[in-house]
């Protein structure tokens, strides 16, 4: 009895790692990744899809959004990662996404931007 749940562990990892090697390199992580200027390009490139959050710790609605954005990230583990970027602390891809408002979520699809969001919305 013993063994058949040691084995039943060893064949469910194994296939959670198949799954997430032909999942398009999504990986699974159920937090947002904390990036920084120097780690973004290759966060987006290396995920098929992955929605950013660029924030700042004194700013109200991305502090309302906070909460959200952990809570999808758990949902979607394994389909779509989710990066957080302070922009206080990282402003050279603010810039560079023209991000002017906060908090702004970037779509990137094979690290393509394919859509913007501005402003604290519902889930």
Same mark, same amino acid.
């Given at each position: 009895?013993?063994?058949?749940?040691?084995?039943?562990? &060893?064949?469910?990892?194994?296939?959670?790692? $198949?799954?997430?090697?032909? #999942? *398009?390199?999504?990986?699974?992580?159920?937090?947002? @990744?904390?990036?920084?200027?120097?780690?973004?390009?290759?966060?987006?490139?290396?995920?098929?899809?992955?929605?950013?959050?660029?924030?700042?710790?004194?700013?109200?609605?991305?502090? &309302?959004?906070?909460?959200?954005?952990?809570? $999808?990230?758990?949902?979607? #583990? *394994?389909?779509?990662?989710?990066?957080?970027?302070? @922009?206080?602390?990282?402003?050279?891809?603010?810039?560079?996404?023209?991000?002017?408002?906060?908090?702004?979520?970037?779509?990137?699809?094979?690290?393509?931007?394919?859509?913007?969001? &501005?402003?604290?919305?519902?889930?």
């Amino acid at each position: 009895m013993e063994e058949d749940k040691e084995l039943e562990e &060893i064949r469910q990892k194994k296939i959670e790692k $198949l799954m997430r090697r032909f #999942s *398009g390199g999504q990986g699974s992580t159920d937090k947002p @990744v904390e990036l920084t200027d120097s780690n973004f390009d290759d966060f987006i490139k290396r995920h098929r899809l992955v929605v950013v959050d660029f924030w700042a710790p004194w700013c109200a609605p991305c502090r &309302i959004m906070a909460p959200i954005v952990d809570e $999808l990230a758990k949902e979607c #583990s *394994g389909k779509i990662l989710f990066g957080k970027l302070n @922009v206080d602390e990282n402003p050279k891809k603010a810039e560079e996404y023209n991000v002017m408002s906060i908090p702004t979520f970037l779509v990137f699809k094979n690290g393509v931007l394919v859509d913007r969001f &501005i402003g604290a919305m519902p889930k």
